[in-house]
């Protein structure tokens, strides 16, 4: 959830969208997003749309207020429903994000849920994920979550090296995560997700396969493994500034990229997205796959985004500014943009690209499809899926993943 809002149109007070944006829309999925914003501390390379309760602390006041939060997410959730109308859909996929979701009581977040279930109901065998950091839940909340719906949890584990995670600002300790593992199963969760981060300043490759090694022992059916990303405006950006920590470069992200391609696929997961590996096709994170492919989703919360067929918008990013909004009736929509076609088919390259099955070269333009041609020579593109009319990345592509999209959109 970026903490930088983009520009656009004005959003209508009631949240309506054009009416072009629900035609066709029984053939697409239908998920929702709820963003928590709250944290105990930030860790010193996010830029998400986070506070602190120091942060808000005299700003906002109570509507900033995480207590009666649930109840906030719940009525734009009933805004949801009226703005989309008599649109039959049941929701397919619903991740709940943050910040720190399970910051909230258990029953907090079980609410929430329970607003989605009671506007729209839940397709059969609905995926509903929330994230977690590894101090702040234990046996009992976890057993609250399961038995109030959730059937996916994603832990960020992030490292096994306490020197690593003193870096990232991150609270839990070495061993932890795969303690949560264990009593998420024991909870009855069917999926569970790791996430990882490499190329943290300090962090060796020992360091890395270390880190590997802890989550693939811990036995999730899902590890995310992602490159640190530098943003302006973080207390690791200032570090690395001032020269406390070096900055690590892009040979050695390729390096412990290739290292967890190797051992992951050693210990039985499988890439289905670049980041992103799973131990079977039900493990996957369809949540995740639903924005890759363009489907529509609905983001409840402050700075959250959605997109409805073609229409995209995002909400004030304040959690007092959002709760005011809702509390006067209207949307809390900070802005929205209607995606022309042309945008709509670059995207469409740009993340699919990332899939296992990649995009179609239909989708590419004269220039694009040279590119594609000259992508396949350089062994960056598979050529049985290319001869077949797909763009799908070799190993090496993945690597190069930005460069070949870049190339392929022209």
Known sequence: ?????????????DGALPRHALEGAGARPLGFYLHVPYCATRCGYCDFNTYTASELRGSGGAL????NYADTVAEEIRLARKVLGDDPRPVETVFVG??????LPAADLVRMLAAIRDEFGFAEGAEITTEANPDSVDPRYLAELREGGFNRISFGMQSARPHVLQILDRTHTPGRPEACVAEARAAGFEHVNLDLIYGTPGESDDDWRASLSAAIGAGPDHVSA??????EGTQLARRIRRGEVPMTDDDVHADRYLIAEEMLTAAGFDWYEVSNWATTEAGRCRHNELYWRGADWWGAGPGAHSHVGGVRWWNVKHPGAYAQALSEGRSPGAGREVLPEEDQRVERILLELRLLDGCPLSLLKPAGAAAAARALADGLLQAGPYEEGRAVLTLRGRLLADAVVRDLVD
């Open 64 to 67: 900033a207020s995480r207590d």
């Open 1 to 13: 959830m970026p903490s930088v809002l983009p520009d656009g149109e004005p959003m209508p007070e």
């Open 98 to 103: 943050g910040g720190t979701p399970t910051l």
């Open 226 to 231: 992602y490159a640190l990303i530098v943003e």
